[in-house]
């Protein structure tokens, strides 16, 4: 199994500009999350969803973040518009039910 | 609100030594997940406690969870330098899937 896939896995912008996550969880799995993780605030769960549907997202900072499931294979998170204070490494994870959470490699995003 | 706290948050170990990381944590709970992570790398699962008196071994680690205490361990026995990483403990607070991490261990064994 190629496991949990995010891209990009680097991501340089600008501040004011839109950016997206992507995240593809690995196959049969139902439950996905999307994690932030920055030295100051350690790891923080943004939102997860189950079967597609968004279950918490009250770990999402603001308005600007969002985050949808359109299928089983494929999620994104997107920042509109982005800040320096946003820059940290996003982490997806997924896990078949209520058990241990896999991964993924993280997306490095920096907000000049 | 779960709380979760590790200590210590900085170890450093020579080799050959043993030592413990805890855990604790503030609600009930009967899933803990130890985690670990390589700089710049993700995490990856170390062991998954299901039930009161829980004991998991892997190699030199050894983990354990008394879930009375609230209270979770993480053995290290006769460190090796392929050690050094940062150890997370996670704990399921029961909100189906939803997991709550402790603010991580930075392991460093020195030779």
């Known amino acids: 199994d190629a496991g949990v896939i995010q891209s990009p896995r680097h991501e340089v912008t600008e501040m004011g500009q839109e950016v997206t996550l992507r995240c593809k969880p690995i196959?049969?799995?139902?439950?996905l999350f999307w994690y932030r993780q920055t030295m100051m605030r350690g790891l923080e769960l943004l939102i997860y969803?189950?079967?597609?549907?968004?279950?918490?997202d009250s770990g999402m900072p603001e308005d600007r973040f969002s985050a949808k499931m359109p299928n089983a294979s494929f999620s994104t998170l997107k920042i509109q518009p982005s800040e320096p204070r946003d820059s940290a490494v996003y982490f997806c994870a997924s896990s078949p039910g209520r058990t241990t959470q896999y991964f993924g490699p993280g997306t490095r995003l920096t907000v000049l | 609100e779960l709380k979760v706290e590790q200590n210590p948050l900085f170890l450093s170990m020579q080799e050959g030594k043993n030592y413990t990381i805890y855990c604790n944590y503030s609600t009930t709970s009967d899933r803990l997940y130890w985690y670990r992570q390589d700089p710049g790398k993700s995490l990856e699962s170390l062991f998954v406690?299901?039930?009161?008196?829980a004991v998991k071994q892997e190699g030199r680690l050894m983990a354990s969870l008394d879930t009375k205490a609230r209270l979770s361990t993480l053995h290290i026995t006769a460190a090796v330098h392929d050690l050094s990483a940062t150890y997370f403990c996670a704990v399921d607070d029961r909100s189906y899937g939803k997991l709550t991490f402790g603010q991580g261990t930075i392991l460093t064994v020195h030779p």
């Open positions: 406690l299901l039930s009161n008196g």
């Open positions: 196959s049969g799995h139902d439950y």
């Open positions: 969803f189950n079967n597609n549907v968004p279950i918490d």
